[in-house]
RNA sequence: CGGGGUGUGGCGCAGUCGGCUAGCGCGCAGCGUUUGGGACGCUGAGGUCGGAGGUUCAAGUCCUCUCACCCCGACCA
């Protein structure tokens, strides 16, 4: 490709608001361009890059026994009310209707529709197990796109589904995912965690996510710097020690005058907050819950909207408390009528914690579970911080921001039941396939390489993704010799199929070298008069600081070998 | 959904106590001189100042409504 000829010029400037590496790095480049909030057009050298990433994972989906095939993303409504998931992904589904009215979805993603193609061709264990994938657009409305690529409302996802006869099968599969997804980071030069991970709207049971451990990353993962598990935030466990503040003693009122917070009434009574039981409300699909844990652990929402199995899960307002009969700043569970209570297992293991008096101004101290308050669920709601211990080997856990490259679960057969997904075993029983998916968002994948790749002058394409393999570089175009150089070279390479960005342009030295550095080419070949005086062309990669001098009849041979070298 | 901010040529911005023909830098086109790390001169093209309504002799500037985009929060009483 002739850089004069190329779509998309590289900008100097870029929006002041752009503020990640990757998204800067990306505009200027010209490589993306954002229609409207989390929708972006793709220029030739980001859609070049799209597609070694999907060749890539192509690879490795076939290898692993995928089949592919492409779905529709425009999908009826009617086959989400069949799963129930229409509610779990809410206003997140963009919806519209056809000339006759009927709802329509644009898929956020395929589960539905797969395995509605499975329900009508599979029909035997002989058809098992079972891996197809496509790679398709996806249409998500997220309450706030951000960081440029890192999440959008239309991107492309690598989406692949498992179904298999028994769980072995599926165990089989989940593990062949895995490498194949290790094995794809790794071919794109993208160091990741695999780590355990919430479900989510998608559903099921065991899940895991691929992390690259990044500041921009909006998800946080909590590590064990001692036995190196790995979870997310939204799912991950840590020691609760008991507090055993030696037996339990009678309930005993305390003022506490204008104190509301567990700060507050903790630093008034001169006890630690572990000492104490906090009070959270919520509003579980359009219920009031109360929540009920140790002073000093907060709640994880995803935790406690999987105990709740409830579909919405929000604070209650100051409105919403007072009028469900609650005096904030002193509610407590204890002698509570009529109102779900979920509980922390961290009140179950202490004594004589402080908890509201239900009046104003008033704690009880000496509360004991469950001798003066009982749950309608006890479960671990916790966050767990850095700092906590590790539940399984005592170490401490830290923790460190991450952006998820992929995700798989093992969704099990909640799907295949919904939609009639079922097979005949070798014993003639009609059942449910069990499924897992597998998923890759293409656009964060590359704007993670280019997060982790890249340098103050910009980007340093990993070999296997660059959108060429060499920059053609030539300097003082208007020299014959040069021009005639550059022109063979160009067309050498050309010949020898290999993909070559030729600067043809007439600038000026500065402004082609920044330009080669902004776009990150692997390899740099430079011919200009200087070099040409010795013979030479000057070959330079991208993430060296020297070039080496190589004889022009030499140049195509070094190149070759430079391109096909690790 | 709540809070904050911004909308002026392709990009980045100034102009906003109302006042003449809306300006600067980059980029773009032409000519010339240059050019081993973002050169320079001259000439030129390109804007219904997000949109609608209003106030006024006069609106990019003031008022009302509206749309879009960005940022923060989605948070513990």
Redesign the pocket.
């Known amino acids: 490709m002739r850089l004069s000829n190329l779509f998309g ?11 990640t590496a990757n ?1 800067r790095l990306m ?2 480049t010209g490589m993306i361009r ?6 972006y057009s793709y220029l030739p050298l980001a859609l070049r890059t799209l597609r070694k990433i999907e060749d890539i994972i192509r690879d490795e989906m076939d290898k692993a026994g995928g089949q592919e095939i492409s779905m529709p993303v425009l999908q009826p409504l009617e086959l989400w009310q069949k799963t129930g998931r229409d509610a779990a992904f809410g206003n997140g589904l963009f919806t519209l209707s056809d000339r006759r009215d009927r709802q329509l979805v644009l898929g956020p993603t395929h589960e539905e529709v797969v395995t509605d193609l499975a329900a009508s061709n599979v029909q035997s264990y002989r058809d098992l197990p079972l891996m197809l994938y496509q790679i398709q657009t996806k249409f998500r409305d ?7 690529l890192v999440r959008v409302r239309e991107f492309k996802m690598k989406d692949m589904y498992s179904f298999d006869a028994d769980e072995e099968g599926l165990e089989k599969n989940y593990q062949a995912m895995l490498q194949a997804y290790k094995n794809i980071y790794e071919r794109c030069g993208l160091p990741v965690m695999v780590i355990e991970a919430d479900s989510g709207a998608i559903g099921g049971k065991d899940s895991n996510e691929f992390m690259v451990v990044s500041d921009i990353g909006e998800d946080e993962i909590i590590c064990c710097d001692k036995c190196n598990c790995a979870a997310n935030a939204e799912k991950a466990k840590s020691v609760k020690e008991s507090v055993y503040n030696g037996e339990p003693l009678p309930l005993e009122e305390v003022a506490t005058p204008g104190y ?6 903790a630093g008034f009574l001169k006890i630690p907050r572990n000492h104490t039981l ?5 509003i579980a699909d359009g219920k009031f819950v109360f ?1 009920v ?1 140790r ?1 000093d652990i ?4 995803i935790k406690l909207k999987n105990s709740l199995r409830c579909k919405d899960l ?5 409105e ?3 009028s469900a009969g ?6 407590s569970p204890v002698g509570l009528k009529g109102i779900k209570i979920i509980a922390d297992d961290s009140v179950t293991s202490g004594t004589n914690f402080v908890a ?1 008096g239900n009046k104003a101004d008033v704690h009880l101290k000496n509360v004991n579970y469950p001798r003066d308050f009982t749950a309608d669920i006890i479960a671990d709601i916790a ?1 767990a911080c850095a700092g906590n211990k590790c539940p399984n080997c005592n170490g401490k856990l830290t923790s460190r921001q991450g952006i998820e490259v992929g995700h798989i679960f093992k969704l099990g057969t909640f799907l295949s039941k919904a939609l009639g997904a079922n097979y005949i075993d070798a014993e003639g029983e009609l059942k449910p396939v069990i499924m897992g998916c597998y998923g890759i968002g293409i656009g964060r994948l590359m704007a993670a390489i280019v997060e982790m790749n890249h340098d103050d ?2 980007i340093i394409w990993p070999k296997s993704v660059a959108p060429y393999q060499v920059h053609l570089c030539p ?5 014959e010799e040069v021009a005639a150089r550059a022109e063979s070279l160009y067309k050498e390479l050309e010949a020898e199929g290999l993909e070559a960005l030729y600067d043809d ?14 776009l990150g080419i692997p390899l ?1 070949v ?7 005086e010795k013979g030479c ?2 070959v ?1 990669r991208r993430n060296e600081k020297k ?1 080496e001098l190589v004889p022009v009849d030499e140049a195509l041979e070094k190149i070759k070998e430079l391109i096909l070298s690790s």
Request: net charge negative.
């Open positions: 010029k590289t900008q100097r400037e870029i929006p002041a608001d752009a503020d998204h505009l200027r954002q229609l409207t909030a989390g929708v997220e309450p706030r796109p951000r960081g440029g509301k917070t567990i700060e507050d009434v906090k009070a959270v409300f919520y929540i844990i002073g907060e709640v994880n929402e929000r604070l209650a307002t100051d919403e408390v007072s609650i005096v904030a700043g002193s509610a509201g966050l002058k910009g300097l003082f175009v208007e020299n342009r007439n600038e000026s030295t500065g402004v082609k070298f920044n330009d080669a550095d902004l740099r430079t011919v200009s008069p200087r070099s040409l062309v000057e330079k070039a």
